[in-house]
């Protein structure tokens, strides 16, 4: 079966410039998770989605960030214009569950997007 | 206070050792809970859900004890392939809000 898709793996880019980030949940899956991960802060969650609507993006550090979630199998995290902090590797996870029901259900990840910004 | 917590880091075993982490979390609002691992440069995985009996896969226990607000990792007979990092999860209603613990990192030596 087909896990958590995420393209590209690398990205360097220079300050300034835009960066789209896309994933593939797993099909099936109506929760969709975007997270950073850096030393410094560890793993941190930027927006949740529950049925390609956004429910939480308290966690998108600055306007420079955006997510769209278009339709059940693609989303899309966009950084404009990206800074050399924003260097890390941004996760996509996806999972069963809704809003209203108690979830035991784990998140799967996909393989990140390592992203550089010079 | 951070909501979850994790012992810190690192540990270091030698093989065949048993070692055993724990994850205190702050919400008692809190309702699954799930351990990942981590390996270096890679993304996290599943390593087991916690119920609230307890639950063993095959070297792997977890215990939950929502009394106290903790939940426990325990490896036995640890091998050179358990080290990574342990990720503690704490999920509260419906899902959509999950802590990631900061991580314990294992080391496993010959």
């Known amino acids: 079966d087909a896990g958590v898709i995420q393209s590209p793996r690398h990205e360097v880019t220079e300050m300034g410039q835009e960066v789209t980030l896309r994933c593939k949940p797993i099909?099936?899956?109506?929760?969709l998770f975007w997270y950073r991960q850096t030393m410094m802060r560890g793993l941190e969650l930027l927006i949740y989605?529950?049925?390609?609507?956004?429910?939480?993006d308290s966690g998108m550090p600055e306007d420079r960030f955006s997510a769209k979630m278009p339709n059940a199998s693609f989303s899309t995290l966009k950084i404009q214009p990206s800074e050399p902090r924003d260097s890390a590797v941004y996760f996509c996870?996806?999972?069963?569950?809704?809003?209203?029901?108690?979830?035991?259900?784990?998140?799967?990840f996909g393989d990140g997007t390592r992203l550089s910004i010079l | 206070r951070k909501e979850v917590e994790q012992d810190p880091g690192p540990f270091n075993v030698p093989e065949g050792a048993t070692v055993a982490f724990n994850c205190t979390y702050s919400?008692?609002?809190?309702?699954?809970f799930f351990w990942y691992r981590q390996d270096c440069r890679k993304e996290p995985k599943l390593l087991m859900s916690?119920?609230?009996s307890g639950n063993e896969d095959g070297r792997f226990t977890a215990q939950l004890n929502r009394a106290s607000q903790y939940i426990s990792l325990l490896i036995r007979d640890s091998k050179l392939s358990d080290s990574a990092t342990y990720l503690c999860?704490?999920?509260?209603?419906?899902?959509?809000?999950?802590?990631f613990g900061a991580g314990t990192r294992l080391f496993v030596k010959a």
């Open positions: 919400n008692s609002a809190s309702q699954s």
């Open positions: 099909s099936g899956h109506n929760s």
């Open positions: 999860v704490v999920t509260y209603t419906g899902g959509f809000k999950t802590i």
């Open positions: 996870a996806s999972s069963l569950g809704g809003l209203w029901t108690v979830s035991n259900q784990p998140q799967h």
């Open positions: 989605f529950n049925n390609n609507v956004p429910i939480d």
């Open positions: 916690v119920y609230s």
